[in-house]
């Protein structure tokens, strides 16, 4: 069994900042990819950021030259550093893993959420 656990959510003014974090702790062999997705109310979850065991990354549209996503391998930990923030960026904010619990077996899991909220 895996576990994610995020934090950093919270409310913050237009321009501003804030660090998302997401830790993944249990069964793990290795962890093979790890992003993050956020959803507003009525719309469908999108994806935002993924960064992958060989170090690369990748962004959605939206935010790219605005957020950036960072990886401690050590601590199974992924971050995602938000800057200049927009009302539009408001929504919960997931964290996915992909991890193989097993050498033959691929497991995505996710996390509970944390609420971002961009506002005057």
């Known amino acids: 069994q895996v576990q994610l656990v995020e934090s950093g959510g919270g409310l913050v003014q237009p321009g501003g900042s804030l660090r998302l974090s997401c830790a993944a702790s249990?069964?793990?062999?290795?962890?093979?990819?790890m992003g993050w997705y956020r959803q507003a109310p009525g719309k469908q979850r999108e994806w935002v950021a993924t960064?992958?065991?060989?170090?690369?990354?990748n962004y959605a549209d939206s935010v790219k030259g605005r957020f950036t996503i960072s990886r401690d391998n050590a601590k199974n930990t992924v971050y995602l550093q938000m800057n200049s923030l927009k009302p539009e960026d408001t929504a919960v904010y997931y964290c996915?893993?992909?991890?193989?619990?097993?050498?033959?077996?691929?497991?995505?899991?996710w996390g509970q959420g944390t609420q971002v909220t961009v506002s005057s």
């Open positions: 960064t992958f065991s060989g170090g690369s990354t």
């Open positions: 249990g069964s793990i062999f290795r962890v093979n990819s």
């Open positions: 996915n893993a992909v991890v193989a619990v097993l050498i033959t077996k691929q497991t995505d899991y």
